[in-house]
Structure formats: C-alpha cells, structure tokens
C-alpha cells in the first residue's frame, strides 16, 4: 500500500494539509482449521495475513466524526450526539459500532476525521470487518489516551460492537488474531477462556494459498445466526446430562457417548461438527509443534468433510474448489475457511508447484463452476499497530 498516496487522498477529501493524520493499520485473518467452534467456546488455530485496513485518522473541533473509504462510495458525517445510531446497511456501521462502545464506557469523545483504506480481496470472508473495528479501536484508544484499554480489552470491545451494534453473532476469533496475531506464527486460542499460544508455522518448502471461489456469500449471514441457533438447542439437550453452556466444554469421547441423547439428527449432526473439530484443533497444533505438515493437511481435508456433511456450510462452489484442490500433487490439505456459502479455501500447497496449481485448480474449477477463481498466496502478519 502507498501511504504518500494514501495521505494525498486524504488531504483530497478533508483538507488542512498542514495537518498531519496518524496511520494505523489491522492485518485480514485466515483461519487454518477450527471453523465454526469459536461461537461454541472451542478451539480456534488463525493467524494473521499481509493485507488488511489502513486508517487515517486526525483528531479535529468540531464536535462531528467524518468516515470515507477508498473501497467504498458512501460517505459519512455523524454529530457526536447521534454517534450510536445505525446507518442502515452501510459499511460505516462497523466503526459507529466502536464509537458506540466507548460512548458506553463513559470515555470522553471528540470529533475525527477518518479514511479507510483495505486491500483485503472483497467479500473473501478474510474478515475484513474485524479490521476494520479493531484499527479504530486502537487508534481511538491511543489517541483518546485511554491507556487502562488494554488489546484484550479493546477485542472484547470490538467483538461486543459487532454482536450488539452490527448484530452479526460472531464469535471473539476475528478480533483475537487481528489483535495478537504474529508474524510466522498461528494462535492457538480457546475461545472459552480466552487462553492463547503462538505457534510456530514452520512451512518450509509448502505455502499457504488462499482460493476465492468468488461466490457470493449471499446466505452466509442468516445461514451463520441459524447455526448458532442449532448449537445452543444442542447445548439445551445435553445440558440435562451434564452441567454444560457451550458445545466447546464436551471432548469428542464424551460426546461419542452421549450423542444418541439429542433427538434430532439434525441437531445431533451439528453438534458432532463442532466437537470433532474441537479435537482436529487439538491435534492440528501437537502437529505443527512437531513439524509434521502431512499429518496437519489430512486434518484440513477432514475438517472440510466435516463442515460439508454435519455442518452444511460449504455449498458447490466451495466443495469443488477444495476437491480440485486435493486432488492435485503437491497440496497437503484444503479446506473452506471463513462462515462458508462462497468465500474461500485454504490450501497447503508445495511452493514449486504454486504457479501450476493456481493454473490447472483454476481451470478444473471454472470448467465446473462457470466462474473465475482468484488465488492469493499469503504472508503471515503482526496484529493491529500504528504505523510511524
């Protein structure tokens, strides 16, 4: 990203080029394996990508807050007083949600003026809104020099604007790695207890591509509340057998026990989902701490079928992408990543077959799908931080 370019755009929009911005920036995330557990107190295994959310933003007078994006044509100026009102279906809901959360804190507001900038593939499912909300709640807590806001602190804040403000019922997995991720490293997270460990990616000859199906994610929100739905219905049926909340708390051998106990095979089939995932997770990291690629792959070829026969999220699209993907020589593992309904693959691919596997799993794909893939092969990042 060109930040002189950046900083020209912003001058273009707001003025007063004797005024200088602070630049922040929050990585994108891919989540290796560990899909749909996190909103059940499960495991998680993300890491942090290359591109992400760029933001400028100046501290000003007037008692107005201003949003503009490069990525997007609608434009905002909300009066601090009407700060924690929707703008209905708009991008800058994400960061009035932030504002929102530190108005309910009590902490002090001024005006801003703001510009974001992503270079997160649009609608991949990288969890662009993620970053979007945490560079503005670090920003915001450097600049509004609350320094009791620790970056646990401001993930809550963030997932809570995203559940409470946006009303997308995501888990706290997205902010998380946004937040801590480190380069080279995945984080081992246990979305229960907010426990985390950085694990060494060691790929060596292997890289991590992402395959965009370019699918639109049309049922991926609704499809995403349902499920949360179905795992707490789970959670009431065996909750009469043990003292339970969360599908997470049930280890795979317990569950193997007590399955028949949940009526509907429906419900029984997204509960089998999320507790076998939970365990992949747990063997994906002893895995990756051993060096032991092959081992990890078989597990995200697993945790594919599990997410397209128990959970149902995958879809055509999605299917074909990862089944092209493991069909061909030098990939290790593939699997969907993200809520599912289109979005993306990850794909643990030999790095001298890359250019050869982006060609022929484009091909293959597009001959079944009629669309245009698009690959992208990623870096692991830092979380969020100011740029100087």
């Known amino acids: 990203m060109d930040l002189n370019h950046l900083k020209q755009l912003f001058y273009a929009q707001f003025g007063h080029v004797d005024q200088c911005p602070k630049m922040f920036f929050a990585p994108g995330r891919v989540n290796l394996i560990g899909e749909h557990t996190d909103y059940n107190g499960g495991f998680v295994l993300p890491c942090a990508l290359q591109f992400g959310t760029y933001l400028l933003i100046r501290k000003i007078e007037d008692p107005v807050v201003r949003f503009a994006s490069t990525n997007a044509e609608f434009y905002a100026e909300v009066p601090l007083e009407k700060i924690s009102e929707k703008i209905e279906n708009q991008w800058v809901n994400y960061p009035l949600g932030i504002f929102d959360q530190f108005k309910q804190m009590n902490i002090p507001l001024s005006g801003f003026e703001m510009l974001f900038s992503g270079n997160i593939p649009n609608g991949a499912g990288l969890s662009s809104s993620a970053s979007i909300e945490m560079v503005l709640a670090f920003a ?23 559940n409470q403000f946006v009303g997308i019922n995501c888990g706290i997995m997205d902010q998380f790695v946004v937040g801590l991720g480190e380069k080279d490293h995945a984080l081992f997270l246990n979305c229960q207890t907010l426990e985390y460990k950085r694990v060494p990616l060691q790929l060596n000859d292997f890289r991590l591509i ?14 995403y509340n349902e499920r949360v739905a179905e795992c707490q219905l789970a959670v009431t049926y065996l909750s009469q057998l043990m003292n339970i909340s969360r599908l997470g708390e049930i280890s795979f051998m317990q569950f193997f026990k007590i399955q028949d106990r949940i009526p509907d095979e429906l419900i029984r089939k997204r509960a089998r989902h999320v507790i076998s995932e939970n365990q992949r997770v747990l063997n994906a990291v ?3 701490l051993k060096g032991d690629l092959r081992q990890f792959g078989a597990l995200m070829n697993a945790s594919h079928e599990s997410l397209k026969e128990n959970y149902e999220v995958t879809g055509f699209e999605l299917d074909t992408m990862a089944e092209e993907a493991q069909k061909f020589h030098g990939v290790l593992g593939a699997r969907m990543t993200g809520a599912g309904f289109g979005g993306c693959t990850i794909n643990l691919v030999k790095e001298d077959k890359v250019d050869d596997f982006i060609s022929r799993v484009g091909e293959s794909y597009k001959a079944k799908t009629g669309l245009n893939a698009e690959f992208y092969p990623v870096d692991i990042s830092n979380g969020v931080k100011e740029i100087n």
Request: net charge positive.
């Open 140 to 162: 915001l807590s450097s600049m509004l020099k609350e320094h009791d806001l620790n970056i646990i602190d401001l993930i809550k804040l963030a997932q809570k604007a995203e």
């Open 286 to 288: 002893s895995n990756l």
């Open 210 to 223: 992402i395959a965009n199906t370019n699918k639109p994610r049309d049922l991926a929100g609704s499809k």
